[in-house]
């Protein structure tokens, strides 16, 4: 049987992909287990400093397979809470990077999943689409949460109330996305980019993950006091003693990703 999630391997990074292409990707509960799975995998090995996810076929994802669920409303909550906030909390917390592919629409939570992965790059042909209202749900993985902040209350709140969809060009002007780019350009773009952040120093940006998971509770008193922490913390590390180093005698730097 074909697995709804395929896993590759790359040299410090790995791309995951979710292969429901039939179905434009849309999750079922075998696709979320796989999913958790992959991103627990992904956290274990330390040999694993980046993480690019992306879709197969013409789709990113089309959120939750409305056929999986059938017509028993009875168990939407609980998926919420067993399945797509976990996997939300996953990408927030994984200690490395997570760039996003975005190949072609992410409706849903598809769309939401997308907008909690540190960077994302969409094909000019993706679109992204807060479809819940148009079948009586309100946003969920996130959504609530994340479009504020990222596009401002107005446009978060037209987006939920109308499902209406936004280009990756709009989304890219908008601040909703990192980058809009040539549909043939999208998988090297983002390999490139994962690539990169695989030979950085990957606990500093996994602290750098943390501060900005704490900015959007926190006074700014608050973060200036967690940045400290955080620096004396990153200041430790071989990696920026490494950079240091590096920038002294004009050479590239050759960053472990390693706290110690
Ligand atoms: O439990 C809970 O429900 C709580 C959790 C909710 C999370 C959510 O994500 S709720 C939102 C669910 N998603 C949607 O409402 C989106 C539904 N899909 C669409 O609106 C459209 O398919 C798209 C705009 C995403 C793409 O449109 P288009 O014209 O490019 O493709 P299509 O022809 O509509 O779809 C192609 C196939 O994928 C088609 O199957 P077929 O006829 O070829 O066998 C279609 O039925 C299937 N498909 C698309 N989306 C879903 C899906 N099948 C199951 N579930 C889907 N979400």
């Avoid at 209350?153 to 709009?170: F, M, W």
Wanted: charged share 25%; glycine share 8%; aromatic share 6%.
């Amino acid at each position: 049987m074909t697995s709804p999630v395929l896993v590759e391997e790359r040299g410090g990074w790995r791309r995951i992909t979710l292969n429901r292409p039939d179905k434009l990707n849309a999750f079922t509960a075998e696709l979320h287990r796989a999913l958790a799975g992959a991103f627990a995998d992904a956290a274990a090995d330390e040999s694993c400093r980046a993480v690019l996810l992306t879709g197969a076929g013409r789709a990113f994802c089309a959120g939750q397979d409305l056929e999986a669920i059938g017509d028993d409303p009875s168990g939407v909550g609980d998926l919420l809470d067993e399945l797509y906030n976990p996997l939300v909390r996953s990408i927030r917390a994984l200690p490395k990077p997570v760039v996003c592919a975005v190949n072609g629409v992410a409706a849903g939570a598809g769309a939401n999943v997308a907008l909690a992965c540190d960077i994302v790059l969409a094909s000019r042909k993706a679109k992204f689409i807060q479809a819940f209202c148009k079948i009586g749900l309100v946003p969920d993985s996130g959504g609530t949460w994340i479009l504020p902040r990222l596009v401002g209350d107005a446009r978060a709140r037209a987006l939920a109330l109308t499902g209406d969809p936004v280009s990756a060009e709009q989304a890219e002007s908008w601040g909703l996305i990192w980058r809009a780019v040539d549909d043939e350009a999208l998988a090297p773009e983002a390999e490139r980019l994962a690539a990169h952040l695989a030979t950085q120093p990957t606990y500093a940006l996994g602290l750098i993950k943390q501060a900005f998971a704490a900015s959007a509770a926190n006074t700014l008193d608050a973060q200036l006091d967690l940045e400290s922490e955080l620096q004396r913390d990153a200041s430790t590390t071989p990696d920026y003693r490494e950079g240091v180093a590096a920038f002294a005698a004009k050479r590239p730097p050759a960053f472990t990703g390693r706290a110690r």
